[in-house]
């Protein structure tokens, strides 16, 4: 089984990726972090079979994967956010606006059907969040 987890230096990735690895094979990490191509090697090399995508949006992932002929068939959803506790009355509207981007609308765009191929089924897809 192919994977592709999010996020994968933060929240639910550092425990997940072994297991991941483990049972599944395969598994494509994001992180914000793999920009920098040293760190992304360095998290290879820490998890021996795991791929670290250099990109960063969604649209970018979809092409990596989509040109290293990849076909994910679970997507761990490790979307992480700063949370900050407010009465709800007190959230100002940048924070929504920014809360709703990197916790609903990055994992919308990144599998969308047209940028690359997904396998699996729906009832596999799982969110960490």
Do not use: K
Not at 17 to 23: A, G, K, Q, Y
Not at 60 to 85: C, F, M, S
């Amino acid at each position: 089984m192919t994977v592709l987890i999010t996020n994968a230096c933060h929240y639910a990735g550092p425990g997940s990726v072994p297991v991941l690895l483990r049972d599944h094979g395969t598994v494509y990490c994001h992180d914000p972090s793999f920009g920098d191509a040293a760190r992304a090697r360095s998290f290879e090399v820490d998890h021996p079979g795991s791929i670290a995508l250099s990109a960063g949006s969604p649209a970018g992932i979809a092409d990596e994967l989509a040109a290293r002929g990849a076909t994910i068939e679970t997507v761990v959803h490790n979307d992480v956010h700063p949370n900050t506790l407010l009465p709800i009355e007190r959230i100002p509207p940048e924070m929504l606006q920014a809360a709703f981007e990197a916790l609903l609308l990055f994992p919308v765009e990144r599998r969308s059907p047209r940028r690359c191929r997904w396998g699996g089924s729906a009832g596999r897809r799982r969110s960490a969040n």
